[in-house]
T-cell receptor, first 115, second 112 residues
């Protein structure tokens, strides 16, 4: 079990730039989730996939954010025209299937800092 | 998902048991109680879950009140590595594996 892998671990960029994060889930997991966490808060849901289908997007996911999961394997989260408020930890998780008692397995996140 | 209430922080001495409480007075009959924890600079990790009966695994024990309106996560011998934020989360089994709804959790400090 190699776990959920996220890259890069840290990203520093200037306001207005585009950034893209990658998440590699545990190989047999068909659900993949993106969360965002700011300092002192618990993670907040952004969006999630069942295989390649995006099932739901949070109201937090503005039109500057887009997520994809081509072929139902890895996923990317892109933020266009970054703003100061986008500074956060972006967490990815995966789970084996759609049953609620299956635990979600998290990566260690990508920390985004906007200068 | 129904709401949970946890203390903001707790402190424990190393090698002593820790009881982390969670109140969930509006829990429904189909809500499972899940616990996750988040170590510093890491993503959350699953700890344990239960419905009605007490549960044990290698990491912790979960004690569920008879009326299910509260539960307690028990770490039998706290180590420095157990210093983390602990989240109590209700999951409705009818909803499937939808995204987790995290509160602020309880920050556990372990003193050597």
């Amino acid at each position: 079990d190699t776990g959920v892998s996220q890259n890069p671990r840290h990203k520093i960029t200037k306001r207005g730039q585009n950034v893209t994060f990658r998440c590699d889930p545990i190989s047999e997991h068909n659900r993949l989730y993106w969360y965002r966490q700011t300092l002192g808060q618990g993670p907040e849901f952004l969006t999630y996939f069942q295989n390649e289908a995006q099932l739901e997007k949070s109201r937090l996911l503005s039109d500057r954010f887009s997520a994809e999961r081509p072929k139902g394997s890895f996923s990317t989260l892109e933020i266009q025209r970054t703003e100061q408020g986008d500074s956060a930890m972006y967490l990815c998780a995966s789970s084996l299937d759609q049953y609620s008692n299956q635990p979600q397995h998290f990566g260690d996140g990508t920390r985004l800092s906007i200068l | 998902d129904a709401k949970t209430t946890q203390p903001n922080s707790m402190e424990s001495n190393e090698e002593e048991p820790v009881h982390l409480p969670c109140n969930h007075s509006t829990i429904s009959g189909t809500d499972y109680i899940h616990w996750y924890r988040q170590l510093p600079s890491q993503g959350p990790e699953y700890v344990i879950h239960g419905l009605t009966s007490n549960v044990n695994n290698r990491m912790a024990s979960l004690a569920i009140a008879e009326d299910r309106k509260s539960s307690t996560l028990i770490l039998h011998r706290a180590t420095l590595r157990d210093a983390a934020v602990y989240y109590c989360i209700l999951r409705d089994v009818r909803s499937g594996n939808t995204p987790l709804v995290f509160g602020k959790g309880t920050r556990l400090s372990v003193i050597a």
